[in-house]
């Protein structure tokens, strides 16, 4: 019920918004083999269009969550946003069970994008943090909130908001330390 997609949108951060996010989750999912679950990106929105921001935490049920090895990941989502959430190199797997490269590995591929703070929110303020609600992959203009899968590197460890990326494209996102990963979440 949790897993770090092996590929990204191949577009940077422009997913087609959070329903593109979750269409990506989705068909992962699927194609993997998960049946009868309905998937939710972890990601958070700023208010935009007359619409309300949304937050990561709000989308992604309210757990336990395993990754595909069996593994619980948190048992719910106060306990996903607090220090003791299993997610860590070997435990943030893929959809097929696989390990994402994380720091001290080559390609590092451990940013996950979410444009959320440490709790789950969407971040208040006027800096886009979610390239324009992930519907843009411009090389300037935009950023991205970017997690840890691995807790490592910058002297920030957080799973969900260690940083923001250089930009919203493809190469942005890898010359960061990423390749425009998300986390996914069943909500049922």
């Known amino acids: 019920s949790f897993f770090v997609t092996s590929a990204g949108s191949g577009m940077g951060a422009n997913l087609g918004g959070l329903a593109g996010g979750d269409k990506i989750c989705q068909n992962l999912a699927t194609a993997a083999g998960s049946r009868g679950k309905t998937w939710h990106a972890y ?95 411009a090389e300037t203009g935009g950023s991205v909130q970017l997690g840890h899968f691995d807790r490592t590197g910058g002297g920030n460890a957080s799973w969900n908001s260690a940083h923001t990326s250089r930009g919203c494209s493809q190469p942005n996102l890898v010359s960061t330390g990423g390749a425009g990963y998300l986390y996914c979440f069943a909500t049922n």
């Open 43 to 137: 990601l958070s929105a700023a208010a935009a269009n007359g619409q309300p921001a949304v937050n990561a935490k709000d989308r992604i049920g309210s757990g336990p969550w395993y990754n595909q090895k069996g593994v619980m990941i948190a048992k719910s989502v106060a306990d996903l946003h607090s220090d003791s959430n299993n997610i860590k190199k070997d435990t943030a797997l893929t959809e097929k069970g696989g390990i994402v490269n994380g720091v001290g590995d080559t390609p590092n591929q451990h940013d996950i994008l979410t444009g959320s703070d440490s709790h789950g929110r969407a971040i208040a303020g006027t800096n886009d943090t979610t390239c324009k609600n992930y519907t843009s992959n």
